[in-house]
């Protein structure tokens, strides 16, 4: 069936420094890839997203990548600030099933040390 | 503006107690989504709604669950004879968009514990 693979599920770095999460997609078909930032107990906020003709975007300190012959899609947040420190999920959407449905990560916690 | 709105926050039942957790979406918004989120995973999918009409429920875990959106607006997930394994947060997210991909705007969250 879908799955997404996100990798690390921890991450620590220091501030100011690059971090970068990564995930792995099945279905081919999917054509939209959002990430998403939770913060305990709030709801998930959509921080970037990529369509699949795109290969890069970016907004500020915030970009993603996307490979689609490899299946795989990354979030690059440099310049990192303590209230970066959530937990991070990326998404894969397709249409297969007929229903525009989220495949989500395990997600990623990270932790911006002062 | 307002955003998806979720009714109770916090839910506390008996096993075997049957619940039934509220989602107001964004007005206008066509599309209508629960997922489960397990403590510490991702939100997994339950089913969809466009307008009135579920679409699809493939990722209903068990017929204890069940959902409606009678009038395209807001959707009731209801569970039957709770267990202790749906201890969780059940989101519901909406989208304007009907037939492709775009953003869903998720809401609080309903956290519902399982004694």
């Known amino acids: 069936g879908e799955n997404v693979e996100q990798h690390p599920s921890t991450l620590s770095v220091q501030e100011g420094d690059s971090a970068v999460i990564k995930c792995t997609y099945s279905?081919?078909?999917?054509?939209?890839f959002p990430w998403y930032k939770q913060e305990l107990g709030k709801r998930p906020q959509l921080i970037i997203d990529?369509?699949?003709?795109?290969g890069e975007k970016k907004d500020q300190r915030i970009a993603v990548t996307l490979n689609k012959t490899a299946k795989h899609f990354s979030l690059h947040i440099t310049e990192t600030q303590p209230e970066d420190s959530a937990v991070y999920f990326c998404?894969?959407?397709?249409?297969?099933?007929?229903?525009?449905?989220?495949?989500f990560g395990t997600g990623t916690r990270l932790k911006v040390l002062a | 503006g307002a955003g998806v709105s979720q009714s109770p926050r916090y839910k506390v039942a008996k096993r075997g107690q049957d619940v039934a957790l509220r989602c107001d979406p964004i007005s206008g918004h066509v599309s209508l989504f629960w997922y489960q989120q397990a403590l510490g995973q991702g939100p997994e999918f339950l089913t969809y709604?466009?307008?009135?009409?579920?679409?699809?429920k493939s990722g209903l875990p068990s017929d204890r669950f069940f959902a409606e959106r009678p009038e395209g607006s807001v959707s009731t997930l209801k569970i039957q004879r709770t267990q202790q394994e749906d201890s969780a947060v059940y989101l519901c997210?909406?989208?304007?968009?009907?037939?492709?991909?775009?953003?869903?705007?998720f809401g609080p969250g309903t956290r519902l514990t399982v004694t």
């Open positions: 709604f466009q307008n009135e009409a579920q679409l699809d």
């Open positions: 990529i369509r699949s003709n795109v």
């Open positions: 998404a894969a959407m397709g249409s297969t099933s007929g229903t525009y449905k989220y495949i």
């Open positions: 279905d081919s078909a999917s054509n939209y």
């Open positions: 997210a909406s989208s304007p968009v009907v037939a492709g991909a775009g953003e869903q705007y």
